[in-house]
């Protein structure tokens, strides 16, 4: 390709873009949206950033038909601000048009009900869907979907350890805390947010006896953190009668902690130096096996380079990952967008 013909390419003479002579950057010749079909119906679906356009599309698609299809964005603002009030400002200003649904993460405001204006807005407006868990990121972390990442990272089938089994005991593990810090959530003061993330976080795992020595360094950070509050703030704990009921009404339980506790703290500083740690054994199993075979030499070399080539990034595995379809709390969401839609006319 000469240096003209590639010039004209960036410059957009082949439907890209190019710049003026005031430094703007103008678009032409991109593709506008397809046509709908006839008698099909676009409902527009406004979620908080890009990142959670890709799981409310997986939402979305089990309901794409000759009537109706959706199609997932972030606001259309000039101004490029994205982000729950955002999502919720423009749910509140345009009113209940039909064809058009706003998607945020719950973060507490299910858990809290109706104590807030943010949470009964939420709670009670029929376009406005959430995610039931703490944000998208819960999704991704779904335990029981964690095994099939480490095959596809490491193409190791092996079952190593059990990740429904060490989620649910890391989730008894913080519930205490997690419950504190919960029922002071108007009062940060008194239990920032930074402040519990760095006592639920866990910085290793030991994949031997399912993590049991991590968990057990857990509940000692978890324990001292909590004599510190009652030491110091020791009426916090009158908080705890009336939300322990609201907790159960809303289906919290020392066992599935974790998808109601914030999501970066749960995928960045506890699933994945779990699956990091997991699959880092599950790489090492399979090297040991081609080193233990019957192959030497070049076609020993070409096996471990095969084998290595074949790997694939965790963290990408994880941002990926699709398989939470079966969790109770997804059902929820599944149930609310089809009540409805089946008021759509």
Not at 77 to 90: C, F, P, Q, T, Y
Not at 121 to 149: G, K, Q, R, W
Not at 159 to 184: G, H, K, M, V
Not at 329 to 334: E, G, S
Request: glycine share 4%; aromatic share 12%; net charge neutral.
């Amino acid at each position: 390709m000469s240096n003209n013909r590639h010039s004209n390419h960036i410059n957009g003479h082949n439907g890209e873009h190019w710049h003026n002579g005031n430094g703007h950057r103008n678009w032409e010749q991109l593709p506008g949206r397809l046509p709908l079909r006839k008698g099909q119906r676009l409902i527009k679906v406004y979620v908080e950033g890009y990142e959670d356009v890709a799981f409310w599309r997986g939402v979305f698609d089990d309901y794409e038909s000759s009537k109706l299809t959706f199609e997932i964005s972030v606001p259309p603002r000039e101004d490029l601000a994205k982000g729950k009030k955002i999502v919720l400002h423009m749910a509140t200003s345009h009113g209940d048009a039909a064809d058009t649904l706003y998607c945020v993460d719950s973060d507490f405001d299910y858990l809290f009900a109706d104590q807030t204006p943010l949470a009964e807005l939420i709670n009670d407006t029929p376009n406005i869907f959430h995610t039931y868990a703490y944000a998208t990121e819960n999704y991704l972390c779904y335990a029981p979907s964690l095994h099939n990442l480490c095959v596809k990272a490491t193409k190791n089938d092996t079952r190593i350890f059990d990740f429904e089994r060490f989620f649910r005991d890391y989730s008894r593990t913080i519930f205490p805390l997690w419950y504190a810090y919960s029922a002071q959530i108007n009062s940060p003061s008194i239990f920032p947010l930074q402040d519990f993330k760095s006592n639920v976080k866990i910085n290793y795992l030991e994949v031997d006896d399912n993590g049991l020595d991590t968990l057990e360094w857990l509940r000692r950070q978890v324990d001292r953190k909590l004599k510190t509050l009652r030491a110091h703030h020791a009426e916090i704990e009158k908080h705890f009668p009336g939300f322990s009921y609201m907790l159960k009404m809303r289906g919290v339980t020392p066992d599935n902690t974790y998808m109601f506790m914030q999501g970066h703290t749960l995928m960045d500083n506890v699933a994945m130096p779990v699956l990091e740690s997991v699959c880092d054994k599950l790489r090492q199993l399979s090297l040991q096996r081609i080193a233990n075979s019957q192959r030497h030499g070049v076609t020993l070399a070409n096996e471990q380079s095969n084998y290595n080539n074949s790997m694939q990034d965790i963290r990408n595995a994880l941002l990926f990952n699709e398989n939470y379809k079966g969790s109770h709390l997804y059902a929820k969401v599944k149930k609310d967008i089809e009540t409805y839609l089946k008021t759509l006319k």
